[in-house]
C-alpha cells in the first residue's frame, strides 16, 4: 500500500531550481533510501514531506505531495497536523536540554494531547521501542545532553513516538555515529519498520543496500532511478545510477 507519492514534484528556492518533476512512490511499513552526491536534492526532497523547507525564505514548490490520498500542498493544511504525523530525525542528535523524562513528554505538552495512559507508562514505552529502557530507566532525571551520541539519536525517535505519527523522516541520522552505534540504530530501523514508515536520506551507500526495501537515486535536483534496493544495486536501469554506486561519478 502506497503511503506517500509524489506527482511532478518541483521546488525552486527563489530562482534556483532544486527540485525537478519528482515521482516517488513509497510504500506503507517500509524503509526508503534516498542516495545521491551532496547537492543533488536528497534532503530537500525528505523536508518537502513535513513541508519544513517553508521555514526557508523564497520557497515554491508545484505539483503534488499525497500522503494517504492528501494533498499536503493545498492551502490551509494544518502543518502542526502534519508534522505531528510526519515526524524529522536530524543528522545530527538534537536532544532538548532538559532531562530524559521531560524529552519524551515534550510533545504532548506542545500539542496538548490528552492519554489515558500516565507519563509515566508513556514514557517507559517509548524508551522501550528505541530500546533504551533498559539503559536509562535509572537516569530519566539525568540530563538528556549528558547521554552518548548514540543514545541521543535514539532518544530523539523516542520522543516522536507519544504523538503517534505514521512516517519517520530521517536525515542521515548515523553520520555522527560510529560504526557499533550505527548497526545499531540500523537494527532499530527494522524494529521501527513493524509500525512506522521510514524514509531516510544517506550518504552511505552500504547502509542503504543493508537497511532499506526500496531505493531513490537523485542527481542534480532528478529522481533518476527508483526500484527495489537489491536492483538498484545489482542491476541497475539507468548508467547514471550504475556510475554512482560503482564509484565512477564525478
Known amino acids: 500500500m502506497t503511503i506517500i507519492k509524489t506527482n511532478n514534484l518541483n521546488l525552486w528556492y527563489k530562482k534556483f531550481h532544486a527540485l525537478l518533476d519528482v515521482n ?25 514531506l513535513n513541508r519544513m523547507n517553508d521555514l526557508i525564505e523564497g520557497i515554491r514548490m508545484t505539483g503534488e505531495i499525497l500522503i494517504e490520498n492528501k494533498n499536503i500542498l493545498l492551502p ?15 543528522q545530527r542528535p538534537n536532544p532538548f536540554p532538559l532531562s530524559v523524562y521531560k524529552n519524551i513528554t515534550f510533545g504532548l505538552e506542545i500539542h496538548n494531547i490528552k492519554s489515558n495512559d500516565t507519563l509515566d507508562n508513556i514514557v ?6 528505541v530500546l533504551l529502557w533498559d539503559e536509562l530507566k535509572d ?4 540530563h538528556a545532553l549528558n547521554l552518548t551520541l548514540e543514545q541521543q539519536q535514539r532518544l ?42 521510514i524514509v531516510v536520506v544517506t550518504h552511505n551507500m552500504a547502509q542503504a543496500a543493508r537497511v532499506s526495501d526500496d531505493t531513490g537515486f537523485m542527481l542534480l535536483g ?3 532511478e527508483f526500484n527495489k534496493t ?21
Open 124 to 129: 517507559e514505552n517509548s524508551l522501550k521501542s
Open 24 to 48: 516517488i512512490p513509497i510504500e506503507k511499513n517500509s524503509i526508503t533510501s534516498i542516495i545521491g552526491p551532496s547537492g543533488c536534492g536528497k534532503s530537500t526532497l525528505l523536508r518537502t
Open 76 to 90: 490551509g493544511t494544518d502543518l502542526v497536523s502534519l508534522r505531528k504525523n510526519v515526524g524529522m530525525v536530524f
Open 156 to 197: 530523539c525517535i523516542a520522543r516522536l513516538i507519544p504523538v503517534k505519527p505514521q512516517i519517520l523522516l530521517m536525515d542521515e541520522p548515523c553520520s555522527a555515529l560510529d560504526p557499533i552505534a550505527t548497526g545499531r540504530i540500523e537494527e532499530l530501523m527494522f524494529e521501527l519498520k513493524k509500525n512506522y514508515t
Open 230 to 250: 537489491s536492483k538498484i544495486f545489482t542491476n541497475p536501469e539507468k548508467k547514471e545510477t550504475e556510475d554512482y554506486i560503482t564509484g565512477r561519478y564525478g
Open 139 to 142: 537516569k530519566l532525571k539525568s
Open 222 to 224: 532528478r529522481l533518476v
